[in-house]
């Protein structure tokens, strides 16, 4: 089997990866090179194994987190579409089996807000894993007064956590937000669309989605 490991230190995806988040540099986005694809990767094998699915369900889903922002180095717009585009042939090349590079390719392609949806266990939890890094570090703006409303979310969130009950009904993303760099009111801003996404994944996957910002539950 094609593993994780395999896909993580495959220098061919690796410059496919730097490669879109230098395109996503010059567009003025927040961080989506490797640290994102890690955090996101690590968040589907949390939510995934919490939830009993098996290793080779998680194993797959960690290389679709690899491998979903690739699409940017084509362009922003419709990155979930060519980005699935890429992985098949990357994968196919690779000799993943086709039921597994079709998981892979519909995670992906579903993964983006407005055109997304959360069709299978993969894909949903690549949709919670995805939207739900919100963290200061992603922000690459130096420049506190030029800061768009995204470097200013980002920015403020001082620490997040995604966490499922110990019944596995509930799947909450916990943030402290220094409200002083940016209002609560901005994060629904631009997050409401991902907000309802979550809900959604949250919902393939059994669970129900909460949101609790500075110790208060908002969802």
């Not at 230190?9 to 567009?27: F, K, Q, V």
């Not at 090179?33 to 009993?52: P, S």
């Amino acid at each position: 089997m094609l593993t994780y490991e395999d896909i993580r230190h495959n220098e061919e995806i690796n410059t496919y990866i730097r490669e879109a988040d230098r395109s996503l540099i010059a567009l003025g986005y927040t961080e989506h090179a490797f640290a994102h694809v890690g955090a996101v990767a690590g968040r589907c094998e949390y939510i995934l194994t919490t939830l009993g699915y098996d290793a080779h369900t998680v194993e797959v889903a960690k290389i679709a987190a690899h491998l979903h922002d690739i699409g940017n180095v084509v362009n922003r717009t419709d990155h979930s579409q060519s980005g699935a585009v890429m992985a098949f042939r990357l994968l196919d090349k690779l000799g993943m089996p086709a039921e597994d590079v079709a998981t892979v390719v519909t995670a992906i392609g579903n993964h983006d807000e407005g055109t997304g949806k959360p069709v299978n266990a993969v894909a949903a939890a690549l949709i919670l894993a995805d939207k739900t890094d919100v963290r200061r570090s992603r922000v690459r703006n130096e420049d506190l007064a030029s800061f768009d409303i995204h470097d200013r979310v980002n920015y403020s969130v001082e620490e997040a956590t995604l966490s499922i009950n110990e019944e596995r009904t509930v799947i909450t993303l916990t943030l402290t937000v220094d409200t002083s760099i940016s209002a609560i009111m901005n994060y629904f801003e631009i997050f409401l669309g991902r907000t309802v996404m979550c809900r959604h994944a949250a919902e393939r996957l059994g669970l129900s989605f909460s949101l609790v910002i500075n110790g208060q539950t908002v969802i």
